[in-house]
């Protein structure tokens, strides 16, 4: 059985989760900016959907994507080149995170409810949370959310309104956080939209062990700026 959180921020370990469903932790708490971030920084995030108690996770493997090793397909950076996107940060996170919960072909639902809206929001308005933002004509066409800590991503949810919106998002955010000195982008679960893009699987304990490292460095709060 996963445990009960008590009225405290701590977590259990990470390594008494269930191997099924794969990763289930914790159930219970809350969504305050001291227990998300106390969350992420043992490598654990909350997923839910609305109705059920807050479920905590810490999943092994990990999916992740080193900065250095992003792929961009020749058609991809074709697109960078000539789509007319603009991008942006942080200029727009609560409409970034509904586009996110947003109905998507095949699926039933979102687990990105107000609730999580309201949570995110409040880590945003911390300087933990960010997004980016594709644009075009003045439109938000797609985008990202995350959080940063010190100098570790974690990446929540992508969406698109246009083809390729959110992967020339994800592409120009590895891009900065490489020139930042970022180590890691958290990708959570294993997909293949994310293994074509670079994103591979590691164990947990190695996951654990570098976020211990990364969350200790230099923190840059928000609202970020990219540099040109």
Excluded at 178 to 187: H, I, K, Q, R, T
Aim: hydrophobic fraction near 45%; aromatic fraction near 10%; charged fraction near 20%.
């Amino acid at each position: 059985m996963s445990k009960r959180l008590p009225d405290t921020s701590f977590f259990p370990p990470v390594e008494t989760a269930l191997a099924d469903p794969n990763g289930l932790l914790a159930m219970g708490g809350d969504l305050s900016v001291e227990r998300l971030l106390d969350a992420y920084r043992h490598g654990i995030f909350p997923w839910f959907n609305p109705g059920e108690p807050i479920l905590w996770w810490s999943p092994d493997p990990r999916m992740v994507l080193v900065p250095g090793e992003v792929r961009v397909t020749r058609s991809l950076a074709k697109r960078m080149r000539n789509a007319g996107f603009e991008l942006r940060v942080d200029t727009a996170f609560a409409d970034v995170m509904r586009g996110c919960a947003g109905p998507r072909e095949g699926t039933g639902g979102t687990w990105i409810s107000p609730a999580m809206v309201a949570a995110y929001t409040r880590l945003f308005d911390a300087g933990y949370a960010h997004s980016v933002e594709t644009w075009r004509d003045g439109r938000l066409v797609g985008g990202l959310y995350g959080v940063a800590i010190g100098r570790m991503f974690y990446g929540e949810s992508m969406f698109s309104r246009e083809p390729d919106a959110s992967k020339v998002a994800l592409v120009r955010l590895v891009w900065q956080l490489e020139a930042w000195g970022f180590g890691l982008v958290d990708c959570q679960m294993e997909t293949a939209h994310l293994a074509s893009m670079g994103a591979r699987t590691m164990p947990r304990a190695a996951f654990t062990a570098r976020v211990a490292e990364l969350v200790n460095l230099p923190h840059l709060s928000g609202p970020w700026t990219f540099n040109a």
